[in-house]
C-alpha cells in the first residue's frame, strides 16, 4: 500500500523567495522518499533593503505579498496538506519585519515565522543527506544565503558544531562585511576542524548549485578545490554582462556569484577539504522534513 503526502515550504531569503512542493511517498516496509513536485523563485532581493536602509520599502512589500498570494494559490491546486514558510537573515534585520508579516497574514492568509541562524542552521541539517555523509568520513557543511552563511561540522553522521555568520552575497555585494567577520570565519573553522582529519564540504545554495551545473558532473560526484578556484577566477575575469549573456545566470544571479564562490572557497582552505559535493538541498527541503519528521 503506498499513501502519498504533499507538504510545502515557503523560504524567504535576503535574494529571492522560495516555494518548494514535495511529494512525500509513504510505503510499508520502505524508507519515506521526499520528491520535488514544484519550486517557484521569485528574485525578491529583500537583503538590499534590510542591510543598507534597515527596512523592506514599500515596493518589496506589495511585490511579497503579491507572490504569498501566488504561492497560497499554487498550494490550493497542489493539494498541499501541511506547509510552513520561514524567513532569514533579512527579515530579522528589518525594522518592519513584524508589520509586514501582519500584512502577509492579512492578505495572503499565510503565516511566516522569523527564524534565528541557529534554528536555520538546525533546519538544513534536517536534509537527507546520508547518500553523501559516509559515518567514518568528517565533513563541514556551508549554506551560502544573501544574508548569512550556515555552517554545521558533521563527524560519525552527527552535528558536532553548528554555527551562523552575518556574511552572505548580498551583504558582500554591498560592501557590508568587514575583515573582522571573515577572521572569525576562518578562526571558528580551523578550531572546530583540528580535531578531525580529512574534511570535505559540503555545499548548498543557488550559486554552488549553478557552479555544480556549469562543470557538467553527475550528481554523486565532487567539484575539486582547482576547479572551484578556477571557476572563480573566471568570474573574477567576465564582466556582469558576460556572466548574464554567455554563461546564462539570472541576472541577479550574474552579480553574486563571485561572493559566494569565495565563501566556499575560503571555507575549503580554512578545512583543507579538497572536494566540495553538491547534494541541491537548502532550507526549503529541510523545513519539508523537519515537519515531517516533528522537529518543527
Known amino acids: 500500500m503506498i499513501n502519498i503526502k504533499k507538504y510545502a515550504a515557503i523560504d524567504i531569503g535576503s535574494n529571492a523567495v522560495r516555494l518548494l512542493v514535495t511529494n512525500i511517498v509513504e510505503q510499508e516496509g520502505k524508507e519515506t522518499h521526499f520528491s520535488k513536485s ?4 521569485v528574485p525578491i532581493r529583500l537583503g538590499q533593503d534590510a542591510f543598507t536602509v534597515g527596512e523592506i520599502t514599500e515596493e518589496n512589500i506589495q511585490r511579497m505579498v503579491d507572490a504569498m498570494k501566488a504561492y497560497k494559490l499554487l498550494m490550493k491546486v497542489h493539494k498541499v496538506e501541511r506547509y510552513m514558510g520561514c524567513a532569514t537573515s533579512a527579515m530579522r534585520e528589518a525594522y518592519n519585519s513584524k508589520e509586514i508579516i501582519d ?8 503565516k511566516i515565522e522569523i527564524i534565528d541562524g541557529k534554528k536555520e542552521a538546525s533546519i538544513i541539517a534536517e536534509t537527507d543527506l546520508h547518500e553523501f555523509i559516509k559515518p567514518d568520513h ?13 555552517f554545521s561540522l558533521f563527524s560519525k553522521g552527527k552535528i558536532v558544531a553548528s554555527k551562523s555568520f552575518k556574511n552572505g552575497t548580498v551583504r558582500l555585494l554591498n560592501n557590508m562585511v568587514n575583515n573582522v567577520v571573515w577572521l572569525e570565519i576562518e578562526k571558528w573553522i ?6 578531525y ?6 555545499g548548498s545554495g543557488g550559486n554552488i548549485n549553478k557552479l555544480f551545473k556549469l ?6 560526484k565532487p567539484l575539486t578545490y582547482f576547479y572551484v578556484n578556477s571557476q572563480y577566477q573566471m568570474l573574477n575575469n567576465m564582466t556582469y554582462e558576460q556572466r548574464v549573456a554567455d554563461l546564462g545566470l539570472n541576472p541577479d544571479r550574474a552579480d553574486v556569484i563571485i561572493y559566494a564562490t569565495r565563501i566556499y572557497l575560503n571555507a575549503m582552505k580554512w578545512s583543507g577539504a579538497r572536494h566540495i559535493y553538491v547534494p541541491k538541498i537548502g532550507l526549503a527541503d529541510g523545513i519539508v522534513k523537519a515537519m515531517y519528521y516533528g522537529k518543527i
Do not use: C, H, M, W
Not at 500584512?103 to 499565510?110: F, R, S
Not at 568528517?138 to 550556515?150: H, I, Q, R
Not at 582529519?197 to 559540503?202: K, S
Open 38 to 41: 514544484s519550486l517557484v523563485r
Open 103 to 110: 500584512i502577509i497574514q492579512q492578505e495572503a492568509d499565510i
Open 138 to 150: 568528517n565533513y563541514l557543511f556551508v549554506d551560502v544565503g544573501g544574508g548569512s552563511t550556515e
Open 190 to 195: 580551523k578550531t572546530v576542524t583540528e580535531p
Open 197 to 202: 582529519d580529512g574534511i570535505t564540504l559540503i
Open 215 to 220: 562543470s557538467g558532473k553527475k550528481q554523486d
